[in-house]
């Protein structure tokens, strides 16, 4: 199993504002998801990106993955307050569990 | 219809009791896990199931046992309960590789005292 490292660890930002936060891994894998989590309830899958894309698109979200770096973003436009959230990114290898890292905590501020 | 669904939420104990938490699956899932979220927020595996396989992470106390009636239920037994379990604890399943998302139920907050 590889773990995720979330950047930043805490993120502040005004209502309208876009909310970017990346993710590292070390191994290879074949896709690369990320999470959401409210405050005391479970994780939501939000997006999955193959190892092939480089670029994914799910409403507001925008996700961006970089095999050569080992990198992967995420881009909320136009967050709300309802964004306020911890976000976590599970970079997959078949046959592995995910191991999630620390997370990035987002605060949208009204 | 909860997809996953854990009970109880909440779990106050004392130390040293046997403890048991439910998860069931509607959603035909062919894996099922349990998560341990610690005071940090890091989420670790415990364990992972299916049918035909139980991975264990191996830092798991053999305290914890997960016990798995049919493929839509994964409970988690712990014995002989320690301050240092104080935790959440969610359950999750996935379909085929987990390739198209983990489905996490909201968790259960156990309290040792």
């Known amino acids: 199993s590889q773990q995720g490292e979330e950047d930043p660890q805490a993120l502040s930002i005004q209502e309208g504002e876009n909310a970017t936060m990346n993710c590292s891994y070390k191994t290879s894998i074949n896709n690369l998801q990320w999470y959401r989590q409210n405050s005391g309830r479970g994780l939501v899958h939000l997006i999955l990106?193959?190892?092939?894309?480089r670029e994914k698109h799910s409403g507001r979200l925008r996700v961006t993955l970089d095999t050569s770096k080992k990198s992967s973003s995420l881009l909320i436009t136009a967050s709300r307050a309802a964004d306020t959230a911890s976000y976590f990114c599970a970079p997959q290898n078949y046959g592995q569990n995910f191991v999630f890292g620390p997370g990035t905590r987002l605060s949208v501020l009204p | 219809d909860t997809a996953v669904s854990q009970t109880p939420k909440y779990l106050v104990t004392q130390m040293g009791n046997d403890k048991s938490i439910k998860c069931e699956q509607n959603?035909?899932?062919?894996?099922m896990y349990w998560y341990k979220q610690d005071s940090k927020k890091f989420l670790k595996i415990m364990f992972s199931?299916?049918?035909?396989?139980?991975?264990i992470n191996e830092t798991v106390p053999n305290r914890f046992s997960p016990k798995s009636p049919d493929k839509a239920h994964l409970n988690l037994h712990i014995n002989s309960l320690e301050l240092g379990d104080s935790a959440v604890y969610f359950c999750?399943?996935?379909?085929?590789?987990?390739?198209?998302?983990?489905?996490f139920g909201s968790g259960t907050r156990l309290t040792v005292v």
């Open positions: 959603l035909g899932h062919d894996t």
């Open positions: 999750a399943s996935a379909a085929g590789r987990g390739d198209r998302g983990y489905t």
């Open positions: 990106i193959r190892s092939n894309e």
């Open positions: 199931y299916n049918n035909k396989e139980l991975i």
